[in-house]
């Protein structure tokens, strides 16, 4: 089973998120981190499958900590999760830096987890 | 709250009682269809269109049915068929409370007629930024977004009532704010009363019973709303050639205080009249 790390600052996204993502048995769910710093940190003990990264967070963002893991690992799997409705200089940033794929807010559950199944 | 909507008119003026109010929001509930609905009763379009229709709502900030052509679902005569059809098939609640029997058909227009003259300080077709406020566009999008998420994520059915100049956002019981800098230096704030919270967070959480949550859980519930409204702001903004970055929310634990206006600053107030409480919307500007 893939496990997938959420990191969201937001209780309620977070919780949301690993509902949708846990709900149909296919993925795992850990975390969630709530910051950039914290995901780094998880990324490097759990070595999750896939990272669902939220863009703004306060401590580090969802850019800065991109960064981070594509330079632990190159092929690290992450989508980023954005309320930016998929415009934005931040949007092609993220895909620039590695991202995989974006999920817009507020959430589609069929849509999260056809995103994930790609991946 | 002086905007007000017919029934709570009616209700407060003591035309009709709450009980005959609810009886007719029955029928109502069941007889105006969106705009989606009602293509999809008349087989135009399919539960498969309705989710690509959403889906391109996020990228780009359409009414529905404009969508429908944009994307080539529907052609610009089946829209107005369409249109017509919701129009034509609408009922209206002075209708539902005639047809429930609360209210006499003859007596209807001269409430309307009251209701009218009741609000005709209030209603506005456009929001209206202030001379001399900069950025007035982005402004006037950030309060039509702010309605729009409103109504799309958390289901309140808006009034918006007329942008006003003011020195302090009013105490209520949460207040969330969101710094924007960039192309602009200021603060988005929007806040709640318990009971509209409550709501959000039903909606947010996707589940009807809230009652067990944590205090922390409400309150991120309601600054998820407002990075949601706000991060729609950041993407317009970049639509109209200006870069801002937003911060991430916070709950401004001097809230019940009220807000005050920076030194030196402008602040916007939107009114946001709904049924179930309190809502406002502001923009303070620093150092204008």
Redesign the interface.
């Given at each position: 089973m893939k496990k997938v790390l959420v990191v969201d600052?937001?209780?309620?996204?977070g919780?949301?998120l690993s509902q949708i993502i846990a709900g149909t048995g296919e993925f795992e769910v850990i975390g969630p981190a709530r910051n950039g710093v914290e995901a780094i940190k998880m990324y490097q003990t759990d070595r999750p499958d896939i990272v669902c990264l939220d863009m703004?967070?306060?401590v580090m963002d969802g850019p800065t900590a991109l960064r981070s893991i594509m330079a632990i690992d190159r092929n690290a799997r992450v989508v980023m999760i954005?309320?930016?409705?998929?415009?934005?200089?931040k949007f092609t940033e993220a895909l620039k830096l590695g991202a995989r794929n974006v999920i817009?807010?507020?959430f589609?559950p069929?849509?999260v987890l056809k995103v994930l199944r790609e991946l | 709250m002086p905007v007000k909507f017919f029934g709570q008119f009616l209700l407060e003026k003591g035309i009709v009682t709450r009980e005959a109010l609810l009886k007719a929001v029955g029928p109502q509930d069941s007889t105006n269809l969106k705009f989606g609905e009602t293509a999809r009763s008349m087989g135009l379009i399919t539960d498969a269109d309705i989710d690509r229709v959403h889906d391109a709502q996020r990228s780009e900030d359409l009414p529905f049915g404009d969508m429908c052509v944009k994307l080539g679902i529907l052609t610009a005569d089946q829209l107005k068929e369409v249109l017509a059809k919701q129009k034509a098939g609408h009922l209206f609640i002075g209708e539902a409370l005639i047809k429930t029997g609360a209210i006499n058909a003859n007596d209807l227009p001269k409430y309307l007629e009251a209701f009218k003259a009741d609000q005709a300080p209030y209603v506005i077709d456009k929001v209206a930024i202030p001379a001399g406020v900069p950025d007035a566009a982005l402004w006037e999008a950030a309060a039509d977004l702010t309605y729009k998420m409103l109504s799309r994520v958390a289901g309140f059915t808006v009034r918006p009532g007329q942008c006003v100049l003011t020195q302090h956002l009013d105490a209520n019981d949460t207040v969330v704010s969101i710094g924007m800098t960039g192309s602009v230096k200021a603060r988005y704030l929007f806040s709640v009363s318990t009971n509209v919270r409550t709501l959000i967070a039903r909606a947010m959480l996707n589940t009807d019973d809230v009652s067990k949550e944590q205090e922390d859980m409400l309150n991120d519930t309601v600054m998820e709303l407002a990075n949601v409204i706000c991060g729609h702001i950041e993407a317009k903004a970049s639509q109209m050639g200006k870069e801002i970055e937003i911060s991430p929310p916070e709950v401004l634990t001097d809230g019940v205080n009220g807000i005050p206006v920076p030194t030196g600053g402008k602040g916007l107030l939107f009114p946001l009249h709904v049924a179930e409480g309190r809502i406002e919307a502001g923009i303070f500007l620093e150092q204008v």
């Amino acid at each position: 089973m893939k496990k997938v790390l959420v990191v969201d600052d937001s209780l309620s996204v977070g919780r949301q998120l690993s509902q949708i993502i846990a709900g149909t048995g296919e993925f795992e769910v850990i975390g969630p981190a709530r910051n950039g710093v914290e995901a780094i940190k998880m990324y490097q003990t759990d070595r999750p499958d896939i990272v669902c990264l939220d863009m703004n967070m306060p401590v580090m963002d969802g850019p800065t900590a991109l960064r981070s893991i594509m330079a632990i690992d190159r092929n690290a799997r992450v989508v980023m999760i954005t309320s930016l409705g998929g415009v934005g200089d931040k949007f092609t940033e993220a895909l620039k830096l590695g991202a995989r794929n974006v999920i817009s807010k507020p959430f589609k559950p069929d849509e999260v987890l056809k995103v994930l199944r790609e991946l | 709250m002086p905007v007000k909507f017919f029934g709570q008119f009616l209700l407060e003026k003591g035309i009709v009682t709450r009980e005959a109010l609810l009886k007719a929001v029955g029928p109502q509930d069941s007889t105006n269809l969106k705009f989606g609905e009602t293509a999809r009763s008349m087989g135009l379009i399919t539960d498969a269109d309705i989710d690509r229709v959403h889906d391109a709502q996020r990228s780009e900030d359409l009414p529905f049915g404009d969508m429908c052509v944009k994307l080539g679902i529907l052609t610009a005569d089946q829209l107005k068929e369409v249109l017509a059809k919701q129009k034509a098939g609408h009922l209206f609640i002075g209708e539902a409370l005639i047809k429930t029997g609360a209210i006499n058909a003859n007596d209807l227009p001269k409430y309307l007629e009251a209701f009218k003259a009741d609000q005709a300080p209030y209603v506005i077709d456009k929001v209206a930024i202030p001379a001399g406020v900069p950025d007035a566009a982005l402004w006037e999008a950030a309060a039509d977004l702010t309605y729009k998420m409103l109504s799309r994520v958390a289901g309140f059915t808006v009034r918006p009532g007329q942008c006003v100049l003011t020195q302090h956002l009013d105490a209520n019981d949460t207040v969330v704010s969101i710094g924007m800098t960039g192309s602009v230096k200021a603060r988005y704030l929007f806040s709640v009363s318990t009971n509209v919270r409550t709501l959000i967070a039903r909606a947010m959480l996707n589940t009807d019973d809230v009652s067990k949550e944590q205090e922390d859980m409400l309150n991120d519930t309601v600054m998820e709303l407002a990075n949601v409204i706000c991060g729609h702001i950041e993407a317009k903004a970049s639509q109209m050639g200006k870069e801002i970055e937003i911060s991430p929310p916070e709950v401004l634990t001097d809230g019940v205080n009220g807000i005050p206006v920076p030194t030196g600053g402008k602040g916007l107030l939107f009114p946001l009249h709904v049924a179930e409480g309190r809502i406002e919307a502001g923009i303070f500007l620093e150092q204008v």
